[in-house]
């Protein structure tokens, strides 16, 4: 079975770097015709899609001038680095995949705060 865990810090402080970690087990994260994404959710804006990668490390943002998405092959992990966060950037973020967003993690609170 495919299982996708978040893990990061809960707290970030304003003008920091946040790095999220999605853990994928079941399923290379190099596998053809798949792709995976991180997606926030907060009570002002709501879904909010923040990048991907898919099979051949091609990458995607919303935001280029502050994200990156990192893919690391042998630890099967994907990686997303927000830039210069600010407290809009608090919310629970999620990091999904599959051929159409077949699989979630269960989501990781990431609260930006002095």
């Known amino acids: 079975q495919v299982q996708l865990q978040e893990s990061g810090p809960g707290l970030v402080k304003p003008s920091q770097t946040l790095s999220l970690t999605c853990t994928v087990s079941?399923?290379?994260?190099?596998?053809?015709?798949?792709?995976w994404e991180w997606i926030r959710q907060s009570p002002g804006k709501g879904l909010e899609w923040m990048g991907a990668?898919?099979?051949?490390?091609t990458l995607f943002y919303k935001m280029k001038s502050r994200t990156t998405i990192v893919r690391d092959t042998s630890k099967n992990q994907i990686t997303l680095q927000l830039s210069s966060v600010t407290p809009e950037d608090t919310a629970v973020y999620y990091c999904?995949?599959?051929?159409?967003?077949?699989?979630w993690g269960q989501g990781t609170q990431v609260t930006v705060s002095s």
């Open positions: 990668i898919n099979a051949r490390g």
């Open positions: 079941g399923v290379s994260v190099t596998a053809a015709d798949y792709a």
């Open positions: 999904t995949g599959g051929e159409a967003y077949n699989y």
